[in-house]
T-cell receptor, first 117, second 109 residues
Framework: GAVVSQHPSWVICKSGTSVKIECRSL??????MFWYRQFPKQSLMLMAT?????????EQGVEKDKFLINHASLTLSTLTVTSAHPEDSSFYIC?????????????FGPGTRLTVT | GQNIDQPTEMTATEGAIVQINCTYQ??????LFWYQQHAGEAPTFLSY??LDGLEEKGRFSSFLSRSKGYSYLLLKELQMKDSASYLC??????????WGAGTKLIIKP
């Protein structure tokens, strides 16, 4: 159990275009989902926390108008990178925190590698 | 401020034992996580400690001392597939994970 999927697993787009990444919890309801970005040889950087049905909470320095997050249901959150630029090229990972009660484990999706040309 | 410290890189020999240390400073504490991350992949959960002491799970064990703000991950009978980055993360009073930069473990034959 506790499977989180992401789609697409990799995407190449041109500068100026927008890209949408989906994160789904397949076998549990996720009231909270987290979006991370990871640059090569660096640790995870939390971008935002989204709760189902409410606006996402963005970390300092993350542009909410550029990285649009929607958490419309208990099993789906989306991250849209708007007007992407080469510096947005990174590994984007989502995780979901379920209503498990016994631990606060985050279940990670497989990640999406974004390359902006 | 909140901070996690762990070594950048460690090298060990196949079949041996290695201990990866992690010290943390957080606003409140709700547990310490260890994750394994292979290159190009997402992290996978290894362990969660919220009480002092040692938690053993197969070849992997994790230790926590809350008074010292210290944890370690112990890997026994190392295998080549254990070559990965190991991420330490502490959960603060707001249940937010504070991530370390990760320790890259290199296993040599």
């Amino acid at each position: 159990g506790a499977v989180v999927s992401q789609h697409p697993s990799w995407v190449i787009c041109k500068s100026g275009t927008s890209v949408k990444i989906e994160c789904r919890s397949l076998d549990f309801q996720a009231t909270t989902m987290f979006w991370y970005r990871q640059f090569p040889k660096q640790s995870l950087m939390l971008m935002a926390t989204s709760n189902e049905g409410s606006k996402a909470t963005y970390e300092q320095g993350v542009e909410k108008d550029k990285f649009l997050i929607n958490h419309a249901s208990l099993t789906l959150s989306t991250l849209t990178v708007t007007s992407a630029h080469p510096e947005d090229s990174s590994f984007y990972i989502c995780s979901a925190g379920g209503d498990r009660g016994f631990s606060y484990e985050q279940y990670f999706g497989p990640g999406t590698r974004l390359t902006v040309t | 401020g909140q901070n996690i410290d762990q070594p950048t890189e460690m090298t060990a020999t196949e079949g041996a034992i290695v201990q990866i240390n992690c010290t943390y400073q957080t606003s409140g504490f709700n547990g310490l996580f260890w994750y394994q991350q292979h290159a190009g992949e997402a992290p996978t959960f290894l362990s969660y400690n919220v009480l002092d002491g040692l938690e053993e799970k197969g070849r992997f064990s994790s230790f926590l001392s809350r008074s010292k703000g210290y944890s370690y991950l112990l890997l026994k009978e190392l295998q080549m597939k254990d070559s990965a980055s190991y991420l330490c993360a502490a959960m603060d009073s707001n249940y937010q994970l504070i991530w370390g930069a990760g320790t890259k473990l290199i296993i040599k034959p």
